[in-house]
């Protein structure tokens, strides 16, 4: 009963405050009312923003579901992109380690070719030695009719060989690579003029008129490889001259000094003037060429070229004839050499004016056919030779015939190592006058001719260059 009374009495007053309310209370009212909207505006404002904050995490679930899934897709295709490279690593170790047995086995062999050849150029030397030796010592006056001509062809048939056995122990040290070039200043006739006995016979026997245009100038090279050079352009030259002339001559030129070698021979197609400097390279001949190569010649040339820096220039005509050419550093003359006759140039055997007189000739060579063989050359050649084993014999028989030597001529490589310049050495003690020595080796090292060239010695490799040799004759016996 207290409460229903004592609701009614506010009730009541406050109706009559409704009735009549005053101006602060209407204020009052109106700042409750605003402040209601406010916070009915603030919960839609949070609970849109709850709906939006559910809305964003489902959303980001879903992309986290699709970012895992392609991680592990991607982790998959990575797996095995992984072990297929493991696989590749794995095959390419084994194509690397195959490779590199098959290099060790192609440099093993290729040094075993290289050590054979150079081991076996002696014993390959030597039986050629003495085959054109007792060919030279035959008597051509006792020789007639088809048995002249087969002698002639038997001569030819073993300078080709000769000079193939040569061709290949030159590649064979371009290939093992142990040629080093000794560059050196020297006259050019140094070396043309120890090339032309050797090829004046060969062009002789071949019909064809050779001729040499030799110069005083001054070149910077290595003489023994440019000797090679020189050698392989010439007998290319006469080899594909069947009829004509061949002239080698030398053109100095601003940068150097030319040396080229003219044919008049069957000539080259355009086609063919840069492939002839592969090894093994032919030019299609027709069968007009005087002899049949192996195609290394040439090769050889342009490997010798790279090495001393030689300029190389050819020109052909089909049917006329060809031009191939090397331009050589120019070199210094010394003041010396430049008033006398060049030392290498009496070493290397210039020609002479031909003497009949007889000289006493002492040959030592451990091989017996060769000893016998020159021995036997040279006797037919009019002059006295003394053939021994060693330098021993050699003076006993010189001392038991009451003799003095005019020249020794001795193998470099004699029994029980001793070396042919102690041999000849032992032979000129033995005399008031010293003989004039020859070395004769089928050693190819360019350092020892070098060496022997550089102490005055005559060189001479095997096989013998018979012209070459009596050139050599000559000029002693016109001393």
């Known amino acids: 009963m207290r409460r229903k009374k004592a609701a009614k009495a506010p009730v009541r007053k406050r109706a009559s405050v409704a009735k009549a ?30 709906v939006d904050e559910q809305g964003s995490a489902f959303s980001w679930f879903q992309a986290a ?23 590749e690593l794995e095959s390419r170790r084994a194509i690397e380690l195959a490779l590199k047995q098959a290099k060790e086995m192609a440099d093993s062999a290729n040094q075993t070719k290289t050590k054979f050849l150079a081991a076996a150029s002696h014993d390959l030397r030597q039986p050629l030695s003495s085959a054109l030796l007792f060919l030279e010592s035959i008597d051509e006056q006792a020789v007639k009719g088809l048995n002249r001509d087969y002698l002639q062809k038997s ?65 910077r090279s290595d003489m023994y490889l440019l000797e090679t050079v020189l050698r392989n352009l010439i007998s290319n030259a006469i080899r594909y001259t069947p009829a004509g002339k061949v002239l080698v001559g030398c053109r100095r030129r601003r940068d150097g000094l030319l040396i080229a070698v003219h044919d008049t ?125 060693t330098a021993t014999d050699a003076v006993v028989q010189l001392i038991g015939a009451d003799l003095t030597p005019d020249l020794v001529i001795s193998d470099y490589h004699l029994t029980g190592e001793v070396k042919g310049d102690a041999a000849i050495e032992e032979v000129q003690r033995e005399f008031d006058r010293a003989p004039t020595a020859i070395i ?11 060496a022997l060239r550089t102490r005055g010695v005559s060189l001479l490799s095997k096989p013998l260059n018979l012209s070459r040799l009596r050139a050599i004759l000559d000029r002693v016996a016109a001393q």
């Open 21 to 50: 309310p005053n101006a602060a209370e209407l204020k009052r009212l109106r700042a409750d009312n605003r402040a209601l909207r406010k916070s009915v505006e603030a919960l839609m404002d949070r609970v849109e923003r709850a």
């Open 65 to 87: 579901a699709t970012l895992e899934e392609t991680i592990r897709q991607r982790t998959d295709q990575y797996e095995q992109l992984n072990a297929q490279l493991k696989r």
């Open 155 to 219: 001569r030819v048939a073993l300078a080709s060989l000769s000079n193939l056995l040569g061709t290949l122990l030159d590649v064979a040290r371009l290939d093992s690579g142990s040629i080093e070039p000794q560059f050196a200043d020297f006259p050019v006739s140094a070396v043309l003029d120890r090339i032309m006995p050797e090829f004046e016979g060969v062009a002789r026997s071949a019909g064809i008129d050779l001729r040499f245009a030799s110069s005083s100038v001054w070149v």
């Open 265 to 389: 021979g069957i000539g080259i197609d355009a086609e063919h003037l840069d492939a002839i400097f592969t090894a093994y390279y032919q030019v299609p001949a027709g069968g007009k060429a005087r002899t049949k190569g192996i195609g290394l010649g040439l090769s050889i040339v342009e490997r010798i070229s790279r090495l001393l820096m030689l300029e190389r220039e050819v020109r052909s005509v089909p049917g006329c004839g060809s031009m191939f050419a090397v331009k050589v550093m120019l070199g210094r003359r010394p003041p010396k050499a430049a008033r006398g006759r060049p030392v290498a140039m009496a070493a290397a055997g210039a020609t002479e004016p031909h003497t009949a007189r007889a000289l006493t000739i002492v040959v030592i060579d451990d091989d017996a056919g060769v000893c016998q063989g020159l021995a036997a050359t040279l006797s037919k050649w009019g002059h006295r030779a003394i053939a021994a084993e």
């Open 440 to 450: 004769m080796t089928s050693d190819p090292d360019p350092r020892l001719h070098e």
